[in-house]
């Protein structure tokens, strides 16, 4: 196997590469680097996203500049500022043995006179976007005359973005002896055209299929409320029986907190994080490696370094911040020729980021609604029926048969078999019973819920108040434990003496009108209505009764008959959230 001493590397660099715990070349650094560290030559490298670009086309052109010349020698023109930032970032760890480098990003939304500044220092490298990137040359601040390396990072995308005019421009303004390096996800005409008009034979190198994420994985998501978050990856994982999955998190601490309710509820689980000694990570790697950790819960920097082939599933408890790194996430299923899933939970404010992500993996998501209990209990039996199918009979057992059957003798196969499969039914199903249906319905709503309601929050006219027992907080947990909403999501409550106000979010109006459906509340039927009515200044939070004029006028009569004070029981409360059942470990 290909060290990255072996490519050609300096000691500088390999220092670093070592300091950031790089420790085999990617494909595409195996197969780039010797080349263009021996020649002089114009190149094209087409890799998916998350394959190591940066570095393939960084470690030459760090080793060949001269970073005691002030010159500019180097230019990587990239699509956007974001990853104009990150090249920036990546080169400057990369060089940071090198005495005197200055790499100076170069994209639009910022200071110019600041970036010219610190161009006019002597930048050996700049990594610009084409839009910022063709003005300042335009205005003289930045000289690309004596540039010896253009890279033309993921050259699609500047495409796509409409781009290559300027591109054209900026190029003119540099040497044509220059070397030419293109990295591309996809080769599309374009691309092509670009390299055709720019480039002299270039040395081609496809690392994998020309198509940009694996073709083995396929994509899906499932849109939940953001605080279902978990029960829906607990759903997943019980609907996924076999599952052997990395689940990301944002951050650090959600990691921990996911992990440490996973095994709680019985998952064989374990976060893997930075805040993590070395020998603690190895600890976790070497028990997912062997399995007895069948859902690993990662960042994205932990995850970097996990090389196991396997992987069933990836699931997305929230997506990165960078849509990019989505790919690396995805990337670590469907790996060497087997295929594998990239699960996605997504809230409903999130689902724009799933089509920004469809454009950058080149695939298309297809949405899945969350298995309800049945489903699951379904799923978890015909797994159990199949293992028992599959499994060899462990002989040590043969010594405790006859007394088995001596204690089971009574019962014919037909019962047996009732026995035996309700013992796993009834776990899933006692838990899952009263659970409720976690998807979140179609993007329309949020888009109808925004015009039907105008406004941002709608207020509602609610036929329960003080007689029934009702202070506003009381109204107030009433509501949020039926709709299922955090503390500030229900505000505005007023209650009155017949009758009460409350306001949420409009996006949530349908939800509510949705669970107090059919709703009994001292054996009277719940009335609820989105009210017209401005709320009115209530004085000290509905003591005062609003009799006459005020809020809720129109609604007056409908309150109806009330019945016995203070018969407001817990009982009458509606059922929510299924709880309790936890799971068997898993073996
Ligand atoms: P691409 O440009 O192909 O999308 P990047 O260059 O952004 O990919 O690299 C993806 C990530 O992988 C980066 O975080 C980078 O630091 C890391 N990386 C690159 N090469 C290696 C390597 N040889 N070993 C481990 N991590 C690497
Ligand atoms: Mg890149």
Not at 182 to 210: C, N, W, Y
Request: aromatic share 8%.
């Amino acid at each position: 196997m290909a060290t990255f001493k072996s490519l050609g590397l300096s000691a500088d660099m390999l220092q670093a590469i070592s300091d950031m715990g790089f420790e085999t070349p990617s494909e595409v650094q195996e197969k780039t680097i010797p080349i263009l560290l021996q020649q002089e030559t114009d190149l094209v490298s087409l890799a998916q996203t998350g394959t190591g670009k940066t570095a393939a086309f960084g470690f030459p052109m760090l080793q060949k500049i001269q970073v005691d010349s002030r010159t500019t020698q180097g230019l990587i023109l990239s699509p956007t500022r974001e990853l104009c930032l990150q090249i920036t970032s990546e080169l400057q760890q990369y060089g940071k043995y090198l005495d005197g480098l200055n790499v100076v990003a170069i994209y639009g939304g910022a200071s110019i006179t600041e970036q010219a500044k610190k161009i006019k220092k002597g930048a050996q490298i700049i990594v610009a976007t084409p839009g910022r990137m063709k003005d300042m040359i335009g205005r003289g601040l930045i000289d690309i005359s004596k540039i010896e390396y253009c890279v033309l990072d993921e050259a699609d995308e500047m495409l796509n973005m409409g781009f290559y005019e300027d591109i054209t421009e900026i190029l003119s303004h540099s040497p044509k002896d220059k070397s030419t390096w293109l990295f591309s996800a996809t080769m599309p005409k374009e691309v092509a055209r670009i390299a055709q008009k720019f480039m002299h034979d270039p040395v081609e190198i496809t690392v994998g299929s020309k198509n940009v994420g694996s073709e083995n994985v396929s994509h899906e998501y499932y849109m939940v409320s953001a605080r279902d978050r978990y029960p829906a990856l607990k759903r997943l994982a019980d609907a996924n029986p076999d599952i052997f999955s990395v689940v990301f998190c944002r951050t650090k601490r959600d990691t921990q907190k996911v992990a440490e309710k996973l095994i709680e509820d019985g998952y064989n689980a374990a976060a893997i994080h930075g805040d993590l000694s070395q020998n603690q990570r190895d600890i976790v790697m070497k028990s997912f490696r062997t399995r007895q950790i069948q859902m690993l819960v990662a960042t994205d920097v932990a995850a970097r370094g996990i090389d196991v082939d396997d992987i069933t599933h990836v699931i997305n408890y929230q997506l990165p911040d960078e849509i990019e790194t989505y790919t690396h996430r995805s990337g670590r299923t469907g790996r060497a020729g087997k295929t594998g899933v990239s699960m996605v939970i997504v809230s409903k404010s999130e689902l724009r980021k799933i089509k920004q992500i469809e454009k950058i993996i080149q695939k298309t998501f297809s949405q899945k609604q969350i298995p309800n209990g049945e489903e699951i209990c379904e799923i978890q039996l015909f797994h159990l029926a199949n293992s028992i199918k599959d499994t060899d009979v462990n002989h040590a057992i043969d010594a405790y048969i006859p007394q088995i059957e001596t204690v089971l003798k009574d019962f014919s196969k037909e019962e047996l078999i009732r026995k035996v499969f309700t013992v796993e039914f009834s776990r899933f199903h006692n838990y899952y019973k009263s659970a409720k249906d976690l998807n979140v319905t179609a993007s329309q709503k949020e888009v109808s819920a925004g015009k039907q309601y105008s406004g941002n929050s709608v207020r509602f006219f609610i036929n329960v108040g003080r007689k029934d027992g009702l202070e506003w907080m009381d109204l107030k947990d009433l509501i949020r434990e039926l709709v299922q909403l955090e503390k500030d999501e229900v505000f505005h409550v007023d209650t009155m003496d017949a009758f009460s106000f409350f306001n949420v979010d409009a996006p949530h109006a349908d939800k509510v009108l949705e669970a107090f459906k059919g709703v009994q509340f001292n054996n009277r039927k719940v009335e609820l209505e989105i009210s017209n009515e401005k709320r009115k200044k209530f004085g000290g939070k509905g003591k005062k009764s609003h009799r006459g004029k005020g809020g809720g006028k129109s609604h007056r009569g409908k309150g109806g008959q009330r019945s016995a004070k203070g018969n407001h029981r817990k009982g009458n409360r509606p059922e929510t959230k299924g709880t309790g059942g936890k799971r068997r470990r898993r073996r």
